[in-house]
C-alpha cells in the first residue's frame, strides 16, 4: 500500500484491468481527462450560479421589490430555477467525479496518481479563464 | 473461514503473518483517502473555508482512532479462541483464504447485499431489506451534509453582516476609525458565532467523513445513496443560498 509504478493495475471496475503498456497509456489519458472534467465542472457550477444571480434581479424588478417574502419563492422565477437544476446536475456530477478520482488514485499506482495531478492542474489552467467571461 | 487472531499487541509486533497485512494497510490506505478528500470537499467548497485549516488534522487522528478501534474491535470478534500466536502460524495462512475475504475490501464495484461493512462492526448489511434501510439513512446523511454546507454559509454571512451592522453606528464621521472597528469586531476568536461554526464544522467534517468512507465500501447501491442525496440536498437547500447571497449582495 505505497506508491509504485507499474503497468498493471485495477481501477474501478473489475473490467477496467489493465496489464499492458498501453493499456496503462490508455488508462492514463482517461485519468486525465476525467480530471480535466471534474475542474470544469467546478467552474461550470460556478458560471451557472453567476448567471442565476444575474437572472435573478431582473425578475425581481418587474415584480415588487420591497416585499421579501416574494424573494423566498423561487416558483415564480422559472428561469432562475433551471439554472438552479442544471447546478443541481453539475454538483451530483462533481461529487461522483470527485469519489471517482479519490477511488483510482486509491490504487496507489503512481502513473494514475500523476494523471490525476497533472489533469487538474491542466483543467484549472485551461478553464479557469472561462470563469471571468461568466 | 475464521482466522485466529491474537488483539492488538501481538498483531502489531507479528511481521510474519500474512493475513494480518491488510487490515493494517487498509486503515492507512482509508487515512490516505481521508487527506485526499478532504482537498476536494476543500476545493468543492470554496467559499466559507476560511475557518477550516487547523479541523482536518485534529479529525483525521480521531477518524482514524476510531477505525483503528473498530478494526481491533473486529478483529477480536470474529474469534472467539484465542491460540498462542506461534501456534497460529500455519493454521491461518492454510485456512486463511476466508477470513482474507472478510476483512478484505472490494477493489471495484459491485452490486450486492450480502455481507456489505457499513462503517462500524455492528452495522453489517445482510439482506435486499437492510440495504434499502441503509440506502434510505445514507440518503438522508448526505442530505444533511449538503443542508449543513449551506447552513454554515448563512450563519457565516449573517453574522457577517451582524458585525458590519454593529460596527456602523460606533464610530464617528471620521473613516478610518470606521475601518479600525470592523476590523477589531470581525477578529474576535471567541466570540459565539465563531464557536458555533467551530461546533458545526466538526460536524461537517466527520459526516463528510463517513459519507467518503460509505462511498469507498465500492457497493453501487450505496454509492448512489450518497449521490443521490448529495444532489437531491443541493437541490432543496442550494435555492437558499443563492437569494442569501443576492441579498447580501444588494445591500454593499
Known sequence: MTF??????????????????????????????????????????????????????????????????????????????????????????????????????????????????????????????????? | MRSSVEPTASEQSCSVCRLLLPSHSIDSTAKQKRDWAWDHELGASGAGSASSTAGPTFLCAFVNLSVLKMSHHMNSSTLPTSHPPEHQHPTSTASGHGGHDMMMMAMTFHFSCENVP????????????????AFVAVFFLAMFYEGLKIARECLLRKSQVSIRYNSMPVPGPNGTILMETHKTVGQQMLSLPHLLQTVLHIIQVVVSYFLML?????????????????????FFFSWKKAVVVDITEHCH
Open chain 2, 214 to 234: 460509505i462511498f469507498m465500501t465500492y457497493n453501487g447501491y450505496l454509492c448512489i445513496a450518497v449521490a443521490a442525496g448529495a444532489g437531491t440536498g443541493y
Open chain 2, 118 to 133: 457499513l462503517l462500524f462492526s455492528g452495522l453489517t448489511i445482510n439482506s435486499p431489506g437492510e440495504m434499502a434501510g
Open chain 1, 4 to 134: 509504485y509504478f507499474s503497468d498493471t493495475v485495477v481501477l474501478l471496475f473489475d473490467f477496467w484491468n489493465v496489464h499492458s503498456p498501453t493499456g496503462m497509456v490508455l488508462s492514463v489519458l482517461v485519468i486525465l481527462l476525467l480530471s480535466v472534467l471534474y475542474e470544469a465542472v467546478k467552474m461550470g457550477k460556478a458560471v451557472l450560479l453567476r448567471r442565476a444571480l444575474l437572472a435573478l434581479p431582473r425578475s425581481l424588478s418587474h415584480e415588487a421589490l420591497t416585499d421579501p417574502s416574494l424573494m423566498a419563492l423561487p416558483l415564480s422565477f422559472p428561469r432562475w430555477f433551471w439554472f438552479h437544476v442544471g447546478q443541481t446536475l453539475f454538483h451530483v456530477l462533481q461529487v461522483v467525479l470527485g469519489y471517482m478520482m479519490m477511488l483510482a488514485v486509491m490504487s496507489y499506482n503512481a502513473w494514475i496518481f500523476l494523471a490525476a495531478i497533472a489533469g487538474s492542474t491542466l483543467g484549472y489552467f485551461m478553464v479557469y479563464p472561462l470563469l471571468g467571461r461568466g
